[in-house]
């Protein structure tokens, strides 16, 4: 079964610097893979998705991602953080190969965003 | 923007008792699934309904679960004699179709509290 795996549970930034969220998937390669943000007292937002069109994945709010296949990541990154990106951010999966739609989140990691 | 919306934002029941969440999927999308996240833990999938039946469910969706579409826009979860360690967040989400680059929008959550 496809699975997803977030190194850093907390990451902490100063405002203006680059943000980088790691995300490594599982070994057979996923068609598709979804970065999610959850701010607080909110629900998941899609921030981003790759579909195997592209290996470079450009999102909302300035946030892309890179498909590497040699590495198994699809880590996010932005160049320049915002205070308002602190927020709790999840790599997904589905579980294509064995049929099933349903995602898999990894652990999720949690963005703080320093002044 | 369309949106899923879920009530009530927050639910305390006492142990033993029956809660139902509610869910209203955007008007144009066929998959439902609902989703829980228990404090400080991974999102987890509980189950996934199209065409008015469950198409896969986990584990964790075990006799005590229930879902039900009772009309053309609601899609409610029932929890029939809840323990303490259903205490968690539960998320609907709804998606266009089934294919895996069709993203699943989510609503802000429902936290239930078992007492």
């Known amino acids: 079964a496809q699975s997803v795996t977030q190194l850093g549970s907390h990451v902490s930034v100063s405002e203006g610097a680059l943000v980088l969220l790691r995300c490594n998937y599982s070994s057979s390669v996923p068609p598709y893979l979804f970065w999610y943000v959850q701010y607080p007292n909110q629900g998941l937002q899609l921030l981003l998705k790759?579909?195997?069109?592209?290996?470079l994945v450009k999102g909302i709010n300035g946030f892309e991602a890179e498909f590497k296949k040699s590495e198994t990541s699809f880590h996010l990154t932005k160049p320049s953080a915002h205070m308002s990106d602190a927020a709790e951010y999840f790599c997904a999966v589905p579980g294509m190969d064995t049929g099933r739609r349903a995602l898999t989140f990894g652990s999720g990691t949690r963005l703080q965003v320093q002044p | 923007e369309p949106e899923v919306t879920q009530t009530p934002s927050h639910q305390v029941t006492q142990m033993g008792q029956e809660v139902i969440l509610r869910c209203v999927p955007i008007?144009?999308?066929?998959?439902f699934y609902w989703y829980r996240q228990i404090l400080g833990q991974k999102v987890e999938f509980l189950v996934s309904?199209?065409?008015?039946?469950?198409?896969?469910k986990s584990e964790i969706f075990d006799d005590q679960f229930s879902v039900e579409r009772p009309d053309g826009s609601n899609f409610t979860l029932k929890i029939r004699s809840t323990k303490l360690e259903d205490s968690a967040m539960y998320f609907c989400?709804?998606?266009?179709?089934?294919?895996?680059?069709?993203?699943?929008?989510f609503g802000d959550g429902t936290r239930l509290s078992i007492l």
């Open positions: 309904f199209y065409n008015n039946e469950i198409s896969e």
């Open positions: 989400a709804s998606s266009e179709g089934d294919l895996g680059n069709q993203p699943q929008h």
């Open positions: 008007s144009n999308h066929l998959y």
């Open positions: 790759y579909t195997s069109a592209a290996t």
